[in-house]
């Protein structure tokens, strides 16, 4: 059984920083691509960051370009999305995801990720 979970939400004021966290598990002997989205509140879900396997390879929403670095190690099964200068348009649910492929960065975005983590939240004030 596959099992995603994060950690790491809160509460920030604007121009604040946060990290967050995902531990993968049941998913040891495959190559994966992890991603990071978001549900804003009253709003749909959006994509955030993505991760190839190797870590070699990142994308990300125009909105969050120089802001978020995302980042994974392996040995542990774990992806991090650290999150510099958050604005008030950035709170919302945060979910990671992975999904069984080797691929470009660029293309998970676009992929129906075949696990989901339950979220953790992030608050913004001004």
């Known amino acids: 059984q596959v099992q995603l979970v994060e950690s790491g939400g809160g509460l920030v004021q604007a121009g604040g920083s946060l990290r967050l966290s995902c531990e993968a598990s049941?998913?040891?002997?495959?190559?994966?691509?992890m991603a990071w989205f978001r549900r804003p509140p009253g709003k749909e879900r959006e994509f955030v960051a993505a991760i190839t396997w190797s870590g070699g390879s990142t994308d990300y929403a125009d909105s969050v370009k120089g802001r978020f670095t995302i980042s994974r190690d392996n040995t542990r099964n774990t992806v991090d999305l650290q999150m510099n200068a958050l604005k008030p348009d950035d709170p919302g649910e945060y979910y990671c995801a992975a999904d069984r492929t080797y691929t470009t960065a660029r293309a998970i975005r676009s992929r129906n990720m075949d696990f989901w983590g339950k979220g953790t939240l992030v608050t913004v004030s001004s």
């Open positions: 049941g998913l040891t002997g495959s190559y994966y691509a």
